[in-house]
């Protein structure tokens, strides 16, 4: 290689090194293998060049821009690495810092969440009842979510618009697990590990498939479960009585049960309470308002689960934690509850070391 060419790539890799971004980069390039570039005029300049030598100097001149255009590749390479890490350098955020004991705003404290309120609350009132507290798994069979409930494969919530379905486990021939569409399937499982009498509460994520102002496609349901000997819509009715009168603090709430149909209850009731339609107070007003399902626990149920229904009966019950909380917190839309946002929760949420006391009013 001549002596020009050598200081032309010894002076391009110098200006080069000294680019420190892509800006200053591209005039390197555009100076030396640009239109009107140093390596370009050379290029154009072989014809004046003597036959014998033309041959060797364009093959110095094309190794030349070959490890030029290297050269300028690899150093945009090195200039987007440390643009990246810049970047990220002043996007960072460490989430490991602790908080400020005392923000710019003034003293600042956290909440419990409304629906973690609500459970802590439901689970002290029937605590108080003598009910212990049941979980299972989120992921449920096909026999535990429906058939051991008595619900037909011809049901509605077996179909695929009400219902999300899992696939299939390779090489397995049952059904299809799903994400359990109510917390019925704990009170399954109850039955069949636990020997009567049997008293359980059981607060728990469930999934459909819907979503509006009031309906998530994943919420929180609570049932209740007892299986004794001797067990009548009469201890129903007082359980549940007893239960809303302490969860919204009215005394006298007014309460009417009316008969409906489930397949897992024989018979079945709806519970209402009574409220105001216009103003939205409860206790107050002529009108009702649905709250949650009932019944007696019917006597297929129960023999799916070995146990004889000719000598224990039983009664369950399943409500919407999302549902009265939104009742007694008067809150009118499902969504924020799972949008994260500080402000709703700072004025929904309950104070973090108030304890939940409702059992004192049972």
């Known amino acids: 290689m001549t002596d020009d060419l050598a200081t032309l790539q010894a002076e391009t890799e110098a200006a080069l090194a000294q680019a420190a971004d892509l800006r200053a980069l591209d005039a390197v390039r555009v100076g030396v293998l640009g239109k009107n570039g140093q390596l370009t005029a050379l290029l154009k300049g072989l014809g004046g060049v003597p036959a014998e030598a033309r041959k060797e100097r364009g093959a110095a001149l094309n190794r030349l821009k070959s490890a030029l255009e290297g050269?300028?590749?690899?150093?945009?390479?090195?200039?987007?690495?440390?643009?990246?890490?810049?970047?990220?350098?002043?996007?960072?955020?460490?989430?490991?810092?602790?908080?400020?004991?005392?923000?710019?705003?003034?003293?600042?404290?956290?909440?419990?969440?409304?629906?973690?309120?609500?459970?802590?609350?439901?689970?002290?009132?029937?605590?108080?009842?003598?009910?212990?507290?049941?979980?299972?798994?989120?992921?449920?069979?096909?026999?535990?979510n429906f058939s051991a409930l008595n619900i037909p494969g011809h049901h509605p919530a077996r179909q695929d618009h009400d219902t999300f379905y899992l696939p299939a486990r390779a090489g397995a021939n049952e059904a299809r697990p799903v994400l359990r569409t109510h917390t019925s399937p704990v009170q399954i499982r109850t039955m069949l590990d636990q020997a009567p009498p049997i008293r359980v509460i059981v607060p728990g994520r469930t999934w459909r498939a819907d979503h509006d102002a009031t309906h998530s496609p994943m919420f929180h349901q609570v049932e209740g479960l007892v299986i004794d000997r001797g067990i009548t819509l009469g201890h129903l009715k007082g359980?549940?009585?007893?239960?809303?009168?302490?969860?919204?603090?009215?005394?006298?709430?007014?309460?009417?049960?009316?008969?409906?149909?489930?397949?897992?209850?024989?018979?079945?009731?709806?519970?209402?309470?009574?409220?105001?339609?216009?103003?939205?107070?409860?206790?107050?007003?002529?009108?009702?308002?649905?709250?949650?399902?009932?019944?007696?626990?019917?006597?297929?149920?129960?023999?799916?689960?070995?146990?004889?229904?000719?000598?224990?009966?039983?009664?369950?019950?399943?409500?919407?934690?999302?549902?009265?909380?939104?009742?007694?917190?008067?809150?009118?839309?499902?969504?924020?509850?799972?949008?994260?946002?500080?402000?709703?929760?700072?004025?929904?949420?309950?104070?973090?070391?108030?304890?939940?006391?409702?059992?004192?009013?049972?």
């Open 71 to 144: 050269a300028i590749e690899a150093r945009r390479v090195a200039l987007d690495a440390a643009a990246l890490e810049a970047r990220l350098a002043a996007e960072r955020l460490d989430v490991t810092l602790p908080p400020r004991p005392f923000p710019p705003a003034g003293p600042e404290q956290g909440a419990i969440h409304p629906i973690a309120r609500t459970v802590e609350e439901i689970v002290a009132i029937f605590g108080a009842m003598g009910f212990a507290l049941a979980e299972g798994p989120d992921i449920e069979g096909d026999w535990y």
């Open 239 to 362: 359980c549940l009585i007893d239960f809303l009168r302490a969860f919204f603090g009215i005394s006298d709430l007014p309460v009417r049960f009316r008969s409906s149909y489930f397949p897992f209850t024989e018979p079945s009731m709806e519970v209402d309470i009574g409220w105001n339609r216009k103003t939205g107070e409860l206790g107050k007003g002529g009108d009702w308002l649905e709250i949650l399902g009932s019944g007696m626990v019917h006597p297929k149920v129960l023999a799916n689960c070995g146990i004889d229904p000719r000598e224990w009966q039983g009664f369950a019950f399943g409500m919407g934690i999302e549902r009265i909380t939104m009742l007694k917190h008067g809150i009118p839309d499902l969504r924020p509850f799972y949008e994260s946002d500080v402000r709703w929760l700072r004025h929904y949420g309950a104070p973090v070391l108030s304890p939940a006391t409702l059992a004192e009013g049972v």
